[in-house]
């Protein structure tokens, strides 16, 4: 039997089946303890104030705790902290991005995913570098600056020089004032060295989601294909980080397997890289199953209630607090807007999940990965935000100025992040209402601005941004701290 080891490089004992079994009990034993679990919430509100070295406020075991907790004051306080330590960390900023599917060619036969190989009913497509460019430049026109690549995993379809090509004319594409600034990347898991080539590619962060931790169940969820793989998948971010990608995403899909074992799962991940690396996951995402071509979420036992996902992804902010956490359009406008008031930091807008789908006028669907919930413009969802009290940011400056990894998880982790995420989102906002908004958003967009910029504490800073954004009005570009 597998023993829990947190440093471990292998996967059954960093996420430890036993482990997350022992964990689960005691939850449950202690699930009526409120004393319990108001101790628990103490020592989360301790490290409300960004530390200087505190990697996660909260281990897997007390954050199941707090799950585990039917006491509806207790629920309302782990909601409240989660507000808390998202404003400490990140503030009231909301990054944007939107996928951009290159392919879906895929040899595996993942249970929950509509490419999977045996789906004849969806039509397979792959774009062309020309292809490529006009999605990009359909996505810039709209005011995107930071994507998120995706292709299914097929070594004759989508190989790895397809990849890096595509990477190369993502970046190499411009159009008036646009430009994609990051390029994100989530395809399958890959060789050490590959994830050296795609470091060397200048990716952001390299994302890749567990889909499920329980290895059972992965494994009947993963019947063929190099994916059916549990270890060698599961140890990936181990692999990019060995080869320097300092950023990496993880993620489950909640809905295949009860909620609980999934959140100690995830929790266990971000402790490992944490342990072995110093560094924890740069992004954590929460999709949960949805409808798709040839897939029906009831035909999963695992189904998470709203309630219950709300709860989970305020315990991720408290017990990860430095992460970015991600919702994408999978979900309604109404849950998204319930949780950015979570610990949400990023969310994706206007997109499209087939392939080839931002060129075209009419939201294709014959090759949509999923259902999407959100269906709403770029304009639509920054407007939107806005009205929420959010700030709406196309910033990709810590990772064009060096500052991933260890060294943004330093600055991080002890509050001074914000001295530049801050000002980068009203500078990249600016960009964007200059561009590409309409009347109305723009008229919106320039007083959250000026307030913003009236509450801005440090005078150096604040006339420095000041003197940025009257340049950016003239018709400058790019500024950055």
């Given at each position: 039997?597998?023993?829990?080891?947190?440093?471990?490089?292998?996967?059954?004992?960093?996420?430890?089946?036993?482990?997350?079994?022992?964990?689960?009990?005691?939850?449950?034993?202690?699930?009526?303890?409120?004393?319990?679990?108001?101790?628990?919430?103490?020592?989360?509100?301790?490290?409300?104030?960004?530390?200087?070295?505190?990697?996660?406020?909260?281990?897997?075991?007390?954050?199941?705790?707090?799950?585990?907790?039917?006491?509806?004051?207790?629920?309302?306080?782990?909601?409240?902290?989660?507000?808390?330590?998202?404003?400490?960390?990140?503030?009231?900023?909301?990054?944007?991005?939107?996928?951009?599917?290159?392919?879906?060619?895929?040899?595996?036969?993942?249970?929950?995913?509509?490419?999977?190989?045996?789906?004849?009913?969806?039509?397979?497509?792959?774009?062309?570098?020309?292809?490529?460019?006009?999605?990009?430049?359909?996505?810039?026109?709209?005011?995107?600056?930071?994507?998120?690549?995706?292709?299914?995993?097929?070594?004759?379809?989508?190989?790895?020089?397809?990849?890096?090509?595509?990477?190369?004319?993502?970046?190499?594409?411009?159009?008036?004032?646009?430009?994609?600034?990051?390029?994100?990347?989530?395809?399958?898991?890959?060789?050490?060295?590959?994830?050296?080539?795609?470091?060397a590619a200048e990716i952001g962060t390299y994302v890749l989601f567990q889909e499920t931790y329980r290895r059972t169940c992965y494994e009947r969820l993963h019947p063929t294909g190099p994916k059916s793989?549990?270890?060698?998948?599961?140890?990936?971010?181990?692999?990019?980080?060995?080869?320097?990608?300092?950023?990496?995403?993880?993620?489950?899909?909640?809905?295949?397997?009860?909620?609980?074992?999934?959140?100690?799962?995830?929790?266990?991940?971000?402790?490992?890289?944490?342990?072995?690396?110093g560094v924890g996951p740069h992004t954590i995402s929460v999709p949960r199953v949805q409808p798709a071509s040839d897939i029906d979420p009831n035909a999963f036992e695992g189904g998470v209630p709203d309630?219950?996902?709300?709860?989970?992804?305020?315990?991720?902010?408290?017990?990860?607090?430095?992460?970015?956490?991600?919702?994408?359009?999978?979900?309604?406008?109404?849950?998204?807007?319930?949780?950015?008031?979570?610990?949400?930091?990023?969310?994706?807008?206007?997109?499209?999940?087939?392939?080839?789908?931002?060129?075209?006028?009419?939201?294709?669907?014959?090759?949509?990965?999923?259902?999407?919930?959100?269906?709403?413009?770029?304009?639509?969802?920054?407007?939107?935000?806005?009205?929420?009290?959010?700030?709406?940011?196309?910033?990709?400056?810590?990772?064009?100025?060096?500052?991933?990894?260890?060294?943004?998880?330093?600055?991080?982790?002890?509050?001074?992040?914000?001295?530049?995420?801050?000002?980068?989102?009203?500078?990249?906002?600016?960009?964007?209402?200059?561009?590409?908004?309409?009347?109305?958003?723009?008229?919106?967009?320039?007083?959250?601005?000026?307030?913003?910029l009236a509450r801005m504490p440090d005078e150096h800073r604040r006339e420095s941004a000041a003197g940025f954004l009257a340049r950016i009005r003239n018709g400058e570009r790019d500024f950055r701290f």
């Amino acid at each position: 039997m597998p023993r829990y080891d947190v440093r471990s490089p292998h996967a059954d004992e960093f996420v430890n089946h036993e482990e997350i079994l022992d964990t689960l009990a005691f939850a449950e034993a202690h699930k009526d303890d409120v004393e319990l679990a108001r101790a628990v919430l103490r020592k989360a509100r301790a490290n409300l104030a960004p530390a200087r070295d505190h990697g996660a406020a909260l281990s897997h075991r007390e954050a199941s705790v707090l799950l585990a907790c039917d006491d509806a004051q207790v629920n309302a306080e782990i909601r409240q902290l989660a507000r808390d330590v998202k404003q400490a960390y990140y503030g009231n900023r909301v990054v944007l991005f939107a996928p951009l599917y290159l392919s879906n060619y895929c040899v595996n036969g993942c249970l929950y995913c509509p490419y999977h190989a045996k789906n004849h009913d969806i039509p397979r497509r792959k774009l062309t570098q020309d292809d490529i460019r006009a999605e990009v430049l359909a996505l810039q026109d709209a005011g995107h600056k930071r994507l998120a690549v995706e292709a299914g995993e097929d070594p004759r379809h989508n190989p790895l020089d397809y990849i890096l090509e595509s990477i190369q004319t993502i970046y190499g594409t411009r159009h008036r004032n646009g430009a994609i600034r990051r390029v994100n990347v989530n395809i399958a898991a890959t060789s050490e060295d590959a994830y050296r080539q795609l470091k060397a590619a200048e990716i952001g962060t390299y994302v890749l989601f567990q889909e499920t931790y329980r290895r059972t169940c992965y494994e009947r969820l993963h019947p063929t294909g190099p994916k059916s793989d549990y270890a060698w998948h599961t140890e990936a971010h181990d692999r990019a980080m060995a080869a320097g990608i300092d950023d990496v995403g993880l993620g489950v899909l909640f809905g295949l397997e009860g909620y609980a074992y999934e959140f100690v799962g995830l929790l266990m991940h971000a402790e490992h890289l944490e342990a072995v690396f110093g560094v924890g996951p740069h992004t954590i995402s929460v999709p949960r199953v949805q409808p798709a071509s040839d897939i029906d979420p009831n035909a999963f036992e695992g189904g998470v209630p709203d309630e219950v996902f709300e709860k989970i992804i305020a315990l991720i902010r408290i017990a990860v607090p430095y992460t970015g956490m991600i919702i994408s359009t999978r979900e309604s406008e109404s849950m998204r807007a319930r949780a950015l008031q979570l610990g949400i930091s990023q969310i994706s807008g206007g997109s499209r999940t087939s392939v080839g789908g931002y060129a075209e006028a009419e939201r294709p669907h014959d090759t949509e990965q999923f259902d999407v919930s959100d269906q709403r413009t770029l304009d639509e969802v920054i407007g939107w935000l806005m009205d929420e009290g959010h700030i709406p940011s196309f910033c990709t400056a810590c990772y064009r100025a060096g500052r991933t990894g260890d060294r943004f998880m330093e600055f991080c982790k002890s509050g001074r992040i914000l001295d530049y995420c801050h000002p980068n989102a009203l500078l990249t906002l600016a960009e964007y209402l200059s561009d590409y908004a309409s009347p109305e958003v723009a008229r919106k967009g320039w007083a959250t601005i000026d307030a913003e910029l009236a509450r801005m504490p440090d005078e150096h800073r604040r006339e420095s941004a000041a003197g940025f954004l009257a340049r950016i009005r003239n018709g400058e570009r790019d500024f950055r701290f």
